[in-house]
């Protein structure tokens, strides 16, 4: 069966640090790989996915990045964190056959100070 | 995507069918009807998706009107651990955006 799985579950991070979440999967290949952000007490907001190693679309300009360096790791990056990236960081996945039906991880809370 | 409406919150009695309504009248003929819920603190949890037809699995069934406009998630026997913001969500295409509203926060009481 396939996993997914986020690290680290928890991160407090001061304004200006870097920062680096990871998200790898198992059980399936060429898998759609999917960022969002949670706010707090707001919708899912996604911001970025990949259709392959190397592929990344982005949806909102905005101070993070991601990248896809192996084909089931998806790792999503900021050189200078603000207090805005505050929010709860979930990882998805899905296979286009035999739905696209998007998984879920447990998810990594960043809090920016 | 289409649109989609929830009441925001709902109460069930444990043992007891949860029936949750939602509203998708702006729905074109290609989206699906998604599912999924969120207990505090994790992960969306996938629970059920359909097209045009009634499904039904192990978590859930999902009973969608012959229109297409509204859908009902039927939890059969509710459990406290059933506690959790349901989400209905209407998508189209691969690698779609899942755009989750406000939901309908169910609590299951004894």
């Known amino acids: 069966s396939q996993t997914i799985h986020q690290w680290p579950a928890t991160l407090v991070q001061p304004v200006g640090s870097p920062l680096s979440l990871e998200c790898t999967v198992e059980g399936t290949s060429n898998p759609n790989l999917y960022w969002y952000r949670q706010a707090a007490g707001r919708g899912l907001q996604l911001l970025f996915y990949?259709?392959?190693?190397?592929?990344i679309s982005s949806e909102v300009p905005q101070n993070l990045s991601a990248s896809r360096p192996q084909d089931r790791q998806f790792i999503l990056s900021s050189k200078k964190l603000l207090l805005s990236d505050s929010g709860f960081y979930l990882c998805?996945?899905?296979?286009?056959?035999?739905?696209?039906?998007?998984?879920f991880g447990p998810g990594t809370r960043l809090t920016v100070l | 995507d289409a649109k989609t409406t929830q009441p925001p919150s709902m109460d069930c009695a444990e043992g007891r069918a949860a029936n949750l309504p939602c509203n998708h009248s702006?729905?074109?003929?290609?989206?699906?009807v998604y599912w999924y819920r969120q207990i505090h603190s994790q992960g969306p949890q996938y629970i059920i998706h359909g097209l045009k037809n009634n499904e039904t699995n192990e978590m859930a069934s999902l009973i969608i009107t012959e229109d297409r406009k509204s859908s009902t998630l039927i939890l059969p026997h509710a459990t406290l651990r059933d506690t959790a913001v349901y989400y209905c969500?209407?998508?189209?295409?691969?690698?779609?955006?899942?755009?989750f509203g406000t939901g309908t926060r169910l609590q299951v009481t004894l």
């Open positions: 998805a996945w899905s296979v286009q056959l035999p739905s696209d039906t998007q998984y």
């Open positions: 990949s259709v392959g190693i190397g592929q």
């Open positions: 969500i209407v998508v189209t295409g691969t690698a779609s955006k899942l755009t």
């Open positions: 702006t729905i074109s003929g290609n989206e699906y």
